[in-house]
């Protein structure tokens, strides 16, 4: 009976009469940063999307030196200054290898000029650094913003979750853009407040989402362990209740993170956000619009731009949920 028992426990006969541990190496977590970097190598769409991100985070990070250290000395360098009126250069020419009415494209300028001679290759490099910036930015505002709702909220419960909740739902019964546009024409029409009334209009996503894994989390055996144990709520609430709600949390930032690249692309297209001169995807979509039949490339570019940013964000995301999805089973 001994033997069976042991047998069945998944032991083997020396482990039983030497009294050593089973072999459990062939058990591997599913939690934790290496198993979700795992997770992502295996899945070629989640690599599509993060080898997207890579490249246009690159890009920013050199457009951001160049733009606050150097003053564009890229720019100058290669093509032409992207916020100021060039000097005796063609405008509308067409990408290298096209001709239109106002000229043959050249090497000089690949991707062409735009209506007052500006390289379009040139204000794409640079609106990169715009794009980045106020995907980042405004996300952690509203996650910030958002996970300190949640938590507190679905923590607590009872009257400071109806109060908080409220709140909240008020907030997102409100047009997404239309808040984000009162907000700007109260405060400044400029990149700063495009940010911040972005990142404000999307807490009410992030503390509804945080909120519903907090109200079950808190009642796992090791919050109330911690409880028993006397450490105090705020600890808890970091320590505990937090890290173990993120995980959806952490997907929904990714992707929020091209949602708010593709609003603020809109609200420059309406005029907001970035300002002329500043090279912004919107703003070009924006000056684009009167030349856009004879001059498609005007247009197509800077819509590219976008199109693959936010695809990009959108790969990763799905991967992300893949990955930290207790649900799926390794096969």
């Known amino acids: 009976m001994a033997h069976d028992s042991a047998t069945d426990d998944g032991l083997t ?17 599913r939690v934790g940063a290496w198993n979700t970097l795992s997770q992502i190598r295996g899945d070629p769409t989640a690599l599509a999307g993060l080898a997207i ?14 733009y606050y ?7 100058e360098t290669f093509w032409v200054h992207p916020a100021r009126d060039p000097q005796e250069v063609e405008i509308l020419l067409p990408p290298v290898g096209l001709e239109n ?7 000089e300028h690949p991707l062409g000029t735009d209506h007052r001679g500006r390289d379009i290759a040139a204000r794409l490099f640079y609106g990169t650094r715009i794009a980045m910036l106020v995907g980042f930015v405004s996300t952690v505002i509203g996650l910030v913003g958002g996970t300190l ?5 679905g923590y607590y419960g009872g009257w400071v979750d109806d109060v908080l909740m409220r709140a909240v739902e008020t907030l997102y019964a409100i047009p997404f853009l239309v808040l984000v546009i009162a907000f700007m024409a109260a405060f400044g029409r400029n990149l ?12 009410p996503t992030f503390a509804r989402l945080l909120r519903s894994r907090v109200v079950s989390v808190r009642e796992e055996e090791y919050v109330a362990a911690a409880r028993a144990a006397g450490v105090r709520t705020r600890w808890i609430i970091l320590r505990h209740v937090v890290p173990n709600s993120f ?8 992707l929020q993170i091209g949602l708010a690249i593709l609003i603020v692309a809109g609200l420059s297209f ?3 956000g970035a300002q002329p001169p500043t090279p912004s995807w919107g703003q070009m979509l924006n000056q684009s619009r009167d030349s856009m039949l004879p001059n498609p490339w005007f247009s197509i570019w800077p819509g590219l731009a976008i199109l693959f940013t936010v695809v990009g964000f959108n790969l990763l995301g799905d991967g992300l949920r893949d990955a930290l999805d207790p649900h799926i089973e390794e096969e």
């Open 192 to 203: 700063t407040y495009a940010m911040i009334g972005v990142g404000i209009a999307s807490i």
């Open 149 to 153: 709702v949640g938590s507190v909220s």
């Open 247 to 254: 995980a959806p949390v952490l997907v929904q930032a990714t």
């Open 270 to 272: 309406l005029g907001f």
């Open 101 to 107: 009415d106002f000229g043959q494209g050249t090497w």
């Open 13 to 29: 006969e020396d482990s039983v009469g030497t009294g050593t541990e089973p072999d459990v190496r062939g058990v591997e977590s």
């Open 53 to 66: 991100i890579s490249v246009v985070t690159l890009v920013a990070l050199i457009a951001s030196v160049d």
């Open 69 to 75: 250290l150097l003053d564009y000395w890229l720019a």
